[in-house]
């Protein structure tokens, strides 16, 4: 099992950024795909996650409207399109493959190896 982030980058406020992260070992659509992000001296926050038996999505409410999470079964990968980027919004993003949505890390069991976001003012 494994997970594979990659994107990110640098961008100024008000921009866009995705990050992709392809399974390996397992069908994506099988599991739950959080996604959490951690800024320095901060703890582990989740930003979202989609479900494995309807797809459906939650935010966490400080993304809500400008981040979107979608899941290509095909390519096996799931896809976090952050939209209208703050520079609070700078963080290593992490995806997470658990059994079921969860804003907890705790509940999510193999880790993608993060990817850095940084959003200049």
């Known amino acids: 099992v494994q997970l594979q982030a990659s994107g990110g980058g640098w961008v100024q406020a008000d921009g866009s950024l995705s990050v992709s992260c392809a399974a390996s070992?397992?069908?994506?659509?099988?599991?739950?795909i959080g996604w959490f992000r951690q800024a320095p001296g901060k703890e582990r926050e989740g930003v979202g996650c989609i479900s494995s038996s309807d797809g459906s999505v939650l935010y966490a409410d400080s993304v809500k409207g400008r981040f979107t999470i979608s899941r290509d079964n095909a390519k096996n990968t799931a896809v976090l399109q952050m939209n209208s980027l703050k520079p609070e919004d700078t963080a290593v993003y992490y995806c997470a493959q658990g059994h079921y949505c969860s804003d907890l890390p705790r509940d999510f069991r193999s880790w993608g190896q993060g990817t850095q976001v940084t959003v200049s003012s």
């Open positions: 070992g397992f069908s994506l659509d099988d599991y739950a």
